[in-house]
């Protein structure tokens, strides 16, 4: 692609202006500024309780975290709480890896295109977008994804020209790190990686360097797994929790699994709105192109053979036939899809830049409406928009953060004497995980057909058949959770299990 600059190249990128630059770092405060002033002091879904327990107790077989664990994760958000204390340790993590991934975004188009203007604009599109706030404010981990992509986009760029081993080594540690944060996410990544692998060898043999290649990331793959497995503790208790997890959501939601072929068409009827929402900006961008193109047919060939296209649709066709073919789709888990839209939207900007004038002027509009109209929702009230939209605001967050700090208050007594916690009801927008970051080890009980059923990530009996008549009895006076009423109340043990 054309340049700026006379001198840039994908080898040798024009080195951005220092206005670009100042800008950034004034955007990156900015989101930074705006995303630690809405950080929740409490979990907020299932999967911020469970992470916030495994500071403490890693442990899958209990959900903290649930399969297929996330190791690499757990210790980054130990060490942030060391800094900014256990509430707030994940928050840290997505907020560095938040800012990280859109400042990657900007270095990418900068070394690609070397334009700054949509560089920036392509940034600010991931950085804005609600989706990826709710994903970092939230204890979750799918920011991560998106910062893992990026990283190979950025490699797969640099080695365009320039086959180095050094290219290699740094392609391959970042997919160690991504097996060690999150396994499923190595595997969906795999293509991407591999095809980033095939322009960073320093052998000039074809068939020598696939057969490095294909060697190096099944030996990643492979000790990734082992090493996963064995924090989860053994073989059996990892294949135990991962199919109690995403076996019973793929048997759930996939046709493939057994599912019902309307739940599987209603997942798949979502994951197109989510997409189609996600990837409008772009369809806008694209299309204010190609009508101001003296030459769509250039236009779309430039595209075709740009190499970041091809690595961003390598990371974003695993994911997408993931949740099209065998799982559910939450709107967070589409923060990787909005980085590649994001690069694109970037390469269409940049190509609107030799463009008549009016095309650039309107695509720059676009791209600035886009963001403005981002910003707009985060501050929406949640009652303004439909569920989920909803959870995407910062006015959820608040909420969620407003009813926890009230649930842990009522719920003090019961944590100063280490009552058990017999469960009536719920506050609306509280689970079972979300009540167990606030008990500890608190035992949390519930009723049913006459029988107690402690809850611990799964239900099962209450007391445990292993334990002793006289320490079960010893136990303190149990306590019964109405909303955000509690109260002291008796509870009938059943008879100990031979």
């Not at 995303?35 to 979990?43: F, K, L, M, S, Y």
């Not at 334009?115 to 204890?139: D, Q």
């Not at 189609?276 to 250039?298: D, N």
């Not at 239900?459 to 109260?487: C, H, I, K, M």
Request: charged letters at 15%; glycine letters at 6%; proline letters at 7%.
């Amino acid at each position: 692609m054309n340049t700026d600059r006379p001198d840039a190249s994908p080898d040798h990128p024009a080195p951005p202006r220092t206005p670009a630059v100042v800008g950034w770092v004034c955007v990156v405060a900015l989101v930074s500024f705006v995303h630690v002033g809405h950080w929740p002091g409490h979990a907020t879904d299932v999967d911020p309780a469970n992470f916030r327990l495994a500071l403490e107790r890693y442990d899958i077989a209990r959900d903290t975290p649930h399969p297929p664990g996330y190791p690499l994760y757990v210790a980054a958000g130990r060490a942030a709480g060391q800094v900014v204390g256990a509430a707030y340790a994940y928050q840290l993590v997505n907020l560095l890896l938040h800012v990280a991934t859109a400042t990657l975004i900007v270095l990418i188009l900068l070394i690609h295109t070397g334009r700054s203007r949509p560089a920036v604009l392509a940034g600010l599109l991931f950085a804005a977008h609600p989706i990826v706030f709710a994903a970092t404010l939230a204890a979750e981990t799918y920011v991560t994804d998106a910062f893992y992509a990026v990283s190979l986009v950025l490699l797969g760029t640099l080695t365009a020209r320039s086959p180095r081993g050094v290219w290699f080594a740094l392609i391959l540690l970042v997919a160690a790190l991504c097996s060690l944060t999150r396994i499923v996410s190595l595997v969906l990544l795999t293509p991407a990686c591999l095809y980033a692998l095939l322009w960073a060898g320093s052998v000039r043999s074809w068939a020598l360097r696939t057969a490095a290649m294909l060697a190096a990331v099944a030996a990643v793959l492979v000790a990734g797994y082992l090493t996963t497995m064995q924090l989860a503790g053994g073989a059996e208790a990892y294949r135990s929790a991962t199919d109690r997890v995403m076996g019973n959501a793929f048997r759930g939601h996939s046709v493939f699994g057994g599912a019902p072929l309307g739940r599987h068409l209603a997942m798949l009827a979502k994951l197109g709105v989510w997409l189609g929402i996600v990837a409008l900006p772009v369809a806008a961008l694209l299309i204010v192109q190609l009508i101001g193109a003296e030459s769509r047919k250039q236009i779309v060939a430039r595209l075709a053979r740009s190499r970041v296209v091809h690595v961003v649709v390598l990371v974003t066709a695993p994911f997408l036939a993931l949740y099209a073919l065998i799982y559910y789709l939450k709107p967070t888990y589409l923060v990787i899809v909005i980085a590649s839209m994001s690069l694109l939207a970037g390469l269409l900007l940049s190509l609107a830049q030799e463009g008549r004038p009016w095309t650039r002027a309107l695509s720059n509009a676009t791209a600035a409406a886009v963001v403005l109209g981002f910003v707009f929702t985060l501050y929406l009230p949640k009652d303004r928009l439909p569920d989920p939209l909803a959870r995407l605001t910062f006015d959820h967050f608040v909420s969620v953060d407003r009813d926890m700090r009230s649930l842990e208050a009522a719920l003090r007594p019961a944590v100063a004497d280490g009552g058990e916690v017999l469960v009536s009801d719920l506050p609306a927008g509280v689970n079972l995980y979300m009540l167990r970051s606030l008990l500890g080890t608190n035992p949390i009980l519930r009723e049913v057909d006459g029988r107690l059923l402690r809850f611990d990530g799964t239900w099962s009996p209450y007391p445990n058949p292993q334990g002793l008549p006289e320490q079960v009895q010893a136990r303190p006076p149990a306590w019964r959770l109405d909303g955000f009423e509690l109260t002291r109340t008796p509870v009938r043990r059943t008879a100990r299990v031979p």
